[in-house]
């Protein structure tokens, strides 16, 4: 079943121009998304106070990185909630809000827990999941499958991108009453159409990750710094680095650096900064001049042609991506982020499909 690859995690990484292609299959018409799932409830989704995305470990990343474009595009607010903290904050819900459940499984016991108490606070209660006839498919009020197709590794790689895009849709669907984004949201679309060809295309740094994976074999610890959209892939990366590679690894907001993080830049410590164009170019440009002020070991994440921009020494390692809408960037970002961790993994001589004391589905508290 693994075909020509070693792991189902190398496979499924690999797979993604497909499964991304089925996640938007028949739902991109005439410029326009459609959402069969949804469609009876766009109206109530746009007369809601505030939309609350709720998720556990990589599905909570994928609600955050398309958090700014449901922002852009409904001019809703939009609050992260993990599904554990919910609860155990209690956190307050009303009627007057849409509640959007993020889960792969659509079986994990702390999301299900946070969707009964959503329902008991009268929420509309919208799911995004991976298999149909879950839980969570069958007791949201609503929702979208991302059709990613059975993911086996448990750690997630084709799933979190299919989520990503399949949030992009609804972001789409609920702001396509708007006449005032209507050339934004057609330049999205158009972007859509060809991330599975843009996918394939950084899948190519496959043999440049396994290079750089080897260069950090032996590090204790890695940093990724990520701002606006992809303060997403920064957590993401490093969860996958630190889930099947066994390395510690921590996600930051790079806007947070100068109120402690900076505190641990050294010579050592590897950091990878992700500065692909968009509105926050300028801003990870003089992150990276500061982490290089203080002999920070970086590698650098751009887009193709601007590596003379964000490299502050010939010597810095960079990787260039394929540029895409600001707001699909994470999907081509978190590539080869999800291929070093692979690497990674492979050559520490881990378990790739089987992290260690890990679970694919989390179905207990
Ligand atoms: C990480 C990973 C986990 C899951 C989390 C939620 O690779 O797979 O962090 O994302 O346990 O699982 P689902 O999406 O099934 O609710």
Redesign the pocket.
């Known amino acids: 079943k693994k075909g020509n690859y070693d792991h189902f995690m190398q496979k499924e990484i690999h797979e993604q121009p497909h499964s991304l292609t089925t996640t938007m299959r028949g739902r991109l018409k005439d410029n326009s998304v459609v959402l069969g799932g949804l469609k009876e409830h766009l109206k109530t989704i746009r007369h809601s106070r505030r939309i609350i995305f709720i998720?556990?470990?990589?599905?909570y990343n994928a609600a955050l990185a398309a958090r700014p474009l449901f922002e852009e595009l409904s001019g809703i607010p939009v609050t992260m909630e993990l599904a554990s903290d919910l609860q155990d904050r209690q956190g307050p819900i009303y009627r007057e809000d849409t509640a959007v459940f993020?889960?792969?499984?659509?079986?994990?016991a702390d999301?299900l827990l946070a969707l009964e108490y959503a329902l008991a606070n009268g929420a509309l209660c919208v799911g995004v999941t991976n298999t149909v006839g879950s839980t969570l498919a069958r007791k949201t009020h609503c929702g979208i499958h991302i059709n990613a197709g059975c993911e086996i590794g448990?750690?997630?790689t084709k799933?979190y991108t299919s989520q990503i895009v399949a949030m992009a849709m609804m972001a789409l669907a609920i702001g396509a009453d708007r006449i005032s984004t209507q050339a934004r949201r057609q330049a999205i679309v158009d972007d859509l159409s060809n991330l599975p060809y843009k996918i394939s295309e950084v899948l190519k740094l496959d043999g440049e990750m396994r290079d750089l994976a080897e260069s950090l074999i032996d590090t204790q610890s890695l940093l990724v710094f990520g701002r606006g959209y992809n303060y997403a892939t920064a957590l993401e990366g490093a969860?996958?680095v630190k889930?099947v590679a066994l390395m510690h690894s921590e996600g930051m907001l790079a806007g947070e650096m100068k109120h402690g993080p900076l505190a641990l830049v050294d010579e050592t410590l590897p950091i990878i900064v992700i500065a692909t164009r968009d509105g926050c170019f300028s801003k990870q440009q003089s992150v990276i001049q500061q982490l290089h002020a203080r002999k920070g070991r970086l590698i650098v994440m751009c887009s193709e042609g601007d590596a003379s921009s964000v490299r502050p020494v010939e010597s810095c390692k960079v990787i260039e991506v394929p540029q895409v809408a600001d707001c699909l960037q994470p999907v081509i970002n978190i590539i080869p982020l999800q291929l070093l961790a692979y690497h990674l993994t492979v050559q520490r001589g881990y378990d790739v499909d089987q992290p260690r004391n890990l679970a694919k589905?989390?179905t207990t508290q």
Request: glycine residues 14%.
């Open positions: 998720g556990c470990g990589t599905s993020v889960s792969q499984s659509g079986e994990t999301t448990v750690a997630s799933a969860l996958k889930e589905s989390v």
